[in-house]
Structures are given as structure tokens and as C-alpha cells.
């Protein structure tokens, strides 16, 4: 009675644990799959499955599905092969691949950027921001900006909150509009004239591009300008910057 | 009394194994897009860092610092760190005495990076065990805290990558980091190399 007990409650941790794993069984329809030891073109082919056989999808990773043969084989395959394969139910596999912005509605995005003010009293002054943004829209974006700007005798931070808007997300290069609103400080003067940009709010507006290099990988570069209200005058910036922004 | 015990615990974890059995099959006949996105995927990364920092004029320290990284896809990566290493006293403060003292001696850094995976492959250190590693390369930019200054930094670097295990990483770095210092001399563009040492685990 004991040794019951004890081996179906043994069996039903063993199931909890399987359980949890989601898995998906694909049929491969091209002649082979080639399965790698990593999931990197790098990696060597330790194995390849044969046309017909049955395969589970365990774990992804970029451009990567790590799988287990029929034959209990563990190793990682290319999308674009597991693309080639059907569903159980005869349907091809639609996988979440290669495809431009349009995907992107709903999805974060972490980035930073590196550029320089080209233009009024903080004109030469070397700047990089960290920006996180939300995509509400495939075309339509939120996007919380904190910066730097240091030159040999100023150093200064910025925050704000930009809108992006990006009507054709679903090229390869696709241009970009930006208009936001922030704070700038400068928190080292120079010793002779002080700047007049302090504790600062700020507008701006921008134009920019967006490259695709993968899937959720972009290069962004822009040229922006900038209205800092001072005591004195507004005061006219312009900074042109590029980074990466990777989206998740 | 403990028969009775026994029974009840039997019949419950039976009715578990039935349950979690149906529900089991039921997970493997999911096919749908929607289960593909919610197939475990190993996106993001988490470490510690340790080494040595060489201060231009400051001499080497002890460094610790945590990252964070991000597989943009096979071959790129971003990568977010942040190190400190208190600082030791340059050769003319050796004689003259500290120029600046307190928080400002920490040396703090923080810096995006940017990563390409330059060769991707396998290391062997005993027998046939296989383990995957990668040479890979750094660059990007940040901010250097030291001595009341903070300044714009570069930052280059190439490390390698060894899998302990299926999510374990050991990584070796070598990077330079680059910005202007008027500490010692006006404008002087210091080169300060870290050779660390991260324990990273991928989620």
C-alpha cells in the first residue's frame, strides 16, 4: 500500500513537471533538418532529421528553435528550416520570422543613442541618450528619453516624453517623426559665462529613420531640434544622433 | 487512522495524475501561433562582473559590477553594465598628498554596449565534453564618474564566452575605456583598460 502511495504521488510530480513545458510537434517536409549544437551557424551539425519524421519545438531563441527528434535527439535548428514544416493537422507552420516593423504593435522596446549638438549654446557638446519606448500602434509610440550632454567645461542631463510616429514601419528603412517635450539642466557652468539654459523645460521636434537590421533589432538615426525656454530668450538647439533599439 | 490517511492522499494525487495527464495532452495538441510565442525563449541575461581596472595614472584596482544583456538575434547582442573600483593614489599624489578624496576616489561606470558574436564554436576541456563558446566584440558608449569629473566615455572591447551549462555563462572581457580627464593634465584623453571575469545566467 505504502510503495503505491509513494510511486503515484512520484508519478504525479514527474507529470507537474512535464507539464509545465509547452510543447509543439511539427512535421518536417523538406528532405532534412540540420540540428546544431547551438544556435549559431557556427555551431557544428551533430544530427539531421529525415523527411517525415516528428519533431518538438522546446525552447526559442533568435533566429533559433532548440527541438527534440522522434528519435530523443536534443539540438538547435534555423527558423527559416523549421519553417519548412507542417502541423499535425496538415496545416504549414506559421512561425513569428522575418518580417519589418509591422509586427512591432504592443511590443517595448530598449535602446540608446549617441549624437552631438550642432548647433546654439551648447553647440559641440557630446551627447547619449537611453530611451525606452512602448508601441501602442504598429505606426504610433511612446518613448521616455534620459541624456547626457558634457563638453570640455559643461556637463548637463535631460529627461522627456516623445511621440514616434512611424507610418511605414513595414519597410526595410522607414522614416520617423518625433515631437516631445523635457527638462535639460546643466549641472557644470563654465567658469566664465554661465549658459543660460539652467533647470530648463524644452520642446522638440525631429525627423529620423529607422533601419531594420533583424527582426527586433533597429538602427535609428535622426536630426532633431530643440526650443529650450530660459529666463532670457528661447534658446535654439539642434543635435543629430544614431543608435540601436531592440525590441521585445 | 493511517490507512484512512493514506487512502485519501492516494485518491487525491491519483485524481492530480488524471487531471495533470489530460491537461498534458491537451498542451501537446496546441499547434497554434499563440503557443509558439509562448514556447520558453531565452532572450535575456543577468551577471556579475570581477576583474582588474588599470586607471590611467591611478594604477590597476579591484573592479565588481553587474550586467544586463539582451539576444537582439544570432549575432547581436546589447549589453548594459555597470562597474566600481575604489582608486588608489596616482604617483604625484604618492608625494604630494590626495588631490581630491571621499566618494570622488570611487571610480563608477556605467555603459550601453552594443555586441557582435564574431566566431561562434565549441570548446573542449576534457574528452569529448563539448562546451559552446563564442568570440564576440564590444562597443558603445557611457558615462565615467571619478574624481568630481563626469565625462562622455567610449567604450571598446572583445571578450569569449564559454557555456557552463545550457543557461550558465562564463565570460571573459577585455575593454577600453576611453574619455577626456582634466585631472592631471587639461584634457587628457585616458585610455583605461578592465580585463574582467562575468557569471551570467540566461532567462
Given at each position: 500500500m505504502k510503495y503505491i502511495l509513494w510511486l503515484s504521488l512520484l508519478l504525479t510530480a514527474s507529470y507537474s513537471c512535464l507539464a509545465k513545458d509547452i510543447m509543439i510537434r511539427l512535421e518536417v517536409i523538406d528532405p532534412y533538418l540540420e540540428m546544431h549544437t547551438g544556435p549559431g551557424?557556427?555551431?557544428?551539425?551533430?544530427?539531421?532529421?529525415?523527411?517525415?519524421?516528428?519533431?518538438?519545438?522546446?525552447?526559442?531563441?533568435?533566429?533559433?528553435?532548440?527541438?527534440?527528434?522522434?528519435?530523443?535527439?536534443?539540438?538547435?535548428?534555423?527558423?527559416?528550416?523549421?519553417?519548412r514544416t507542417i502541423q499535425p493537422t496538415g496545416e504549414p507552420v506559421d512561425l513569428p520570422s522575418v518580417s519589418y516593423g509591422d509586427y512591432l504593435e504592443d511590443s517595448l522596446s530598449l535602446g540608446f543613442n549617441v549624437g552631438q549638438f550642432t548647433g546654439g549654446e551648447l553647440k559641440g557638446s557630446q551627447t547619449f541618450s537611453f530611451t525606452s519606448e512602448q508601441?501602442?500602434?504598429?505606426?504610433?509610440?511612446?518613448?521616455?528619453?534620459?541624456?547626457?550632454?558634457?563638453?570640455?567645461?559643461?556637463?548637463?542631463?535631460?529627461?522627456?516624453?516623445?511621440?514616434?510616429?512611424?507610418?511605414?514601419?513595414?519597410?526595410?528603412?522607414?522614416?520617423?517623426?518625433?515631437?516631445?517635450?523635457?527638462?535639460?539642466?546643466t549641472t557644470v557652468q563654465p567658469k566664465l559665462i554661465p549658459l543660460s539654459i539652467e533647470d530648463s523645460g524644452y520642446y522638440q521636434y525631429g525627423i529620423g529613420g529607422n533601419f531594420y537590421l533583424g527582426r527586433n533589432f533597429v538602427i535609428r538615426a535622426g536630426y532633431r531640434e530643440y526650443t529650450v525656454s530660459t529666463e532670457q530668450d528661447d534658446e535654439r538647439l539642434d543635435r543629430w544622433h544614431i543608435g540601436f533599439n531592440a525590441f521585445f | 487512522?493511517?490507512?484512512?490517511?493514506?487512502?485519501?492522499?492516494?485518491?487525491?494525487?491519483?485524481?492530480?495524475?488524471?487531471?495533470?495527464?489530460?491537461?498534458?495532452?491537451?498542451?501537446?495538441?496546441?499547434?497554434?501561433?499563440?503557443?509558439?510565442?509562448?514556447?520558453?525563449?531565452?532572450?535575456?541575461?543577468?551577471?556579475?562582473?570581477?576583474?582588474?581596472?588599470?586607471?590611467?595614472?591611478?594604477?590597476?584596482?579591484?573592479?565588481?559590477?553587474?550586467?544586463?544583456?539582451?539576444?537582439?538575434?544570432?549575432?547581436?547582442?546589447?549589453?548594459?553594465?555597470?562597474?566600481?573600483?575604489?582608486?588608489?593614489?596616482?604617483?604625484?599624489?604618492?608625494?604630494?598628498?590626495a588631490l581630491f578624496s571621499g566618494d570622488d576616489r570611487k571610480f563608477q561606470h556605467f555603459d550601453f554596449l552594443v555586441g557582435y558574436n564574431l566566431y561562434q564554436g565549441e570548446q573542449f576541456f576534457s574528452g569529448t565534453d563539448a562546451q559552446l563558446s563564442s568570440?564576440?566584440?564590444?562597443?558603445?558608449?557611457?558615462?565615467?564618474?571619478?574624481?568630481?569629473?563626469?565625462?562622455?566615455?567610449?567604450?571598446?572591447?572583445?571578450?569569449?564566452?564559454i557555456g557552463l551549462s545550457r543557461t550558465y555563462n562564463l565570460k571573459f572581457d577585455y575593454r577600453d575605456y576611453i574619455y577626456d580627464?582634466?585631472?592631471?593634465?587639461?584634457?587628457?584623453?585616458?585610455?583605461?583598460?578592465?580585463?574582467?571575469?562575468?557569471?551570467?545566467?540566461?532567462f
Open positions: 551557424d557556427g555551431y557544428p551539425i551533430i544530427y539531421t532529421v529525415e523527411q517525415g519524421e516528428m519533431i518538438d519545438l522546446l525552447t526559442r531563441r533568435p533566429d533559433w528553435y532548440e527541438i527534440k527528434s522522434s528519435t530523443g535527439r536534443i539540438g538547435w535548428v534555423k527558423s527559416s528550416q523549421i519553417a508601441r501602442w500602434l504598429s505606426w504610433f509610440g511612446t518613448e521616455l528619453e534620459v541624456g547626457k550632454y558634457y563638453d570640455s567645461e559643461v556637463r548637463g542631463r535631460y529627461y522627456g516624453l516623445n511621440l514616434l510616429f512611424e507610418p511605414y514601419s513595414d519597410w526595410v528603412v522607414s522614416p520617423v517623426i518625433i515631437v516631445g517635450t523635457g527638462n535639460m539642466k | 487512522m493511517a490507512h484512512w490517511f493514506q487512502r485519501v492522499l492516494l485518491g487525491a494525487s491519483l485524481a492530480t495524475f488524471t487531471l495533470v495527464t489530460a491537461t498534458e495532452a491537451q498542451a501537446e495538441q496546441v499547434t497554434t501561433i499563440d503557443s509558439i510565442e509562448q514556447l520558453d525563449n531565452e532572450l535575456f541575461e543577468l551577471g556579475v562582473t570581477t576583474g582588474i581596472i588599470n586607471i590611467q595614472d591611478f594604477g590597476s584596482e579591484f573592479v565588481t559590477g553587474i550586467n544586463a544583456g539582451f539576444i537582439a538575434s544570432e549575432d547581436i547582442f546589447m549589453q548594459l553594465n555597470y562597474v566600481f573600483a575604489d582608486a588608489g593614489l596616482s604617483s604625484f599624489e604618492k608625494s604630494q598628498g568570440l564576440y566584440l564590444v562597443a558603445g558608449i557611457g558615462d565615467t564618474d571619478f574624481g568630481g569629473e563626469e565625462s562622455f566615455t567610449y567604450t571598446v572591447g572583445i571578450g569569449y564566452q580627464s582634466s585631472l592631471l593634465l587639461e584634457d587628457e584623453s585616458t585610455h583605461n583598460a578592465q580585463f574582467s571575469v562575468s557569471l551570467n545566467v540566461l
